[in-house]
C-alpha cells in the first residue's frame, strides 16, 4: 500500500487566498483525521471522519476551516481566506478495522501563508 | 482533557548507550497509546502501539512500557545509533482521538 498521501508537500500563498489540502487515506481504512503541528502549539487534532461523516470538528480553529470528505478515498481541508497565523504543517492521518485503532499519518503539507 | 507530558525535552548521548524517554498523561480512561518518530521536516512514523490491556511492547531495539494507572509510558531504546536521532512522540488515545505530547529530542553522537 502506498500509505497516506497527501498533496501539495509544500504550499505558499499570500494572505485572503484561498488554500486547499488534500488527502487520500490508506485503502480500507474508515477513520481519516486533520491534524495541525505549530511550534508553539505541537500537534493539534483538527477534525475527524468515520465513513465520510465528520464525528468530531471541535477543534477546527475558525469558520475559516472547513473539510470534507466526499468519498471514502479522498477529503480536503480549505482555509479560506488565510492569514498568516494558518502558516504550520498539516497533516492527514487514517485507521481501519481491525480494532487496534493505530494511526498512519501522511507526509504533510507545509503551508506559509505571506 | 487530556494533558500528556513529555520529560526530557531534549537529549543527547553517546552512540551505544541505551535511551530512556518518559511520557505521562492525566486521564487514564484511554484507548492505546502509541509513540512515533518525526525526523526534521518529515511526517510521523509509527514506532509501537499499546493497547490499553498492555502492559508492553517490543520491535527490535524498542520497547515500551505502559502502566495505566500512574499514567506512565517509557519507551526504551537499546544501544543507541546516530540514526535514532529524531523527534520522539507519545500519543494517547481517548476514543479515536489522539493528545500528543511535545516531544523529546534525542541527538545520538558518533
Known amino acids: 500500500d502506498a500509505g497516506v498521501i497527501q498533496s501539495p508537500r509544500h504550499e505558499v500563498t499570500e494572505m485572503g487566498q484561498e488554500v486547499t489540502l488534500r488527502c487520500k487515506p490508506i485503502s480500507g481504512h474508515d477513520y481519516l483525521f486533520w491534524y495541525r503541528q505549530t511550534m508553539m502549539r505541537g500537534l493539534e487534532l483538527l477534525i475527524y471522519f468515520n465513513n465520510n461523516v465528520p464525528i468530531d470538528d471541535s477543534g477546527m480553529p475558525e469558520d475559516r476551516f472547513s473539510a470534507k470528505m466526499p468519498n471514502a478515498s479522498f477529503s480536503t481541508l480549505k482555509i479560506q481566506p488565510s492569514e498568516p497565523r494558518d502558516s504550520a504543517v498539516y497533516f492527514c492521518?487514517?485507521?481501519?478495522?481491525?480494532?487496534?485503532?493505530?494511526?498512519?499519518f501522511g507526509p504533510g503539507t507545509r503551508l506559509t501563508v505571506t | 482533557k487530556q494533558e500528556v507530558t513529555q520529560i526530557p525535552a531534549a537529549l543527547s548521548v553517546p552512540e551505544g548507550e541505551n535511551l530512556v524517554l518518559n511520557c505521562s498523561f492525566t486521564?487514564?480512561?484511554?484507548?492505546?497509546l502509541q509513540w512515533f518518530r518525526q525526523d526534521p521536516g518529515k511526517g510521523l512514523t509509527s514506532l509501537l502501539l499499546i493497547q490499553s490491556s498492555q502492559r508492553e511492547q517490543t520491535s527490535g531495539r524498542l520497547n515500551a512500557s505502559l502502566d495505566k494507572s500512574s499514567g506512565r509510558s517509557t519507551l526504551y531504546i537499546a544501544a543507541s545509533q546516530p540514526g535514532d536521532s529524531a523527534t520522539y512522540l507519545c500519543a494517547v488515545s481517548n476514543d479515536y482521538k489522539l493528545s500528543f505530547g511535545a516531544g523529546t529530542t534525542v541527538t545520538v553522537r558518533a
Open positions: 486521564d487514564s480512561a484511554i484507548y492505546n
Open positions: 492521518a487514517s485507521t481501519g478495522p481491525g480494532g487496534t485503532y493505530e494511526q498512519y
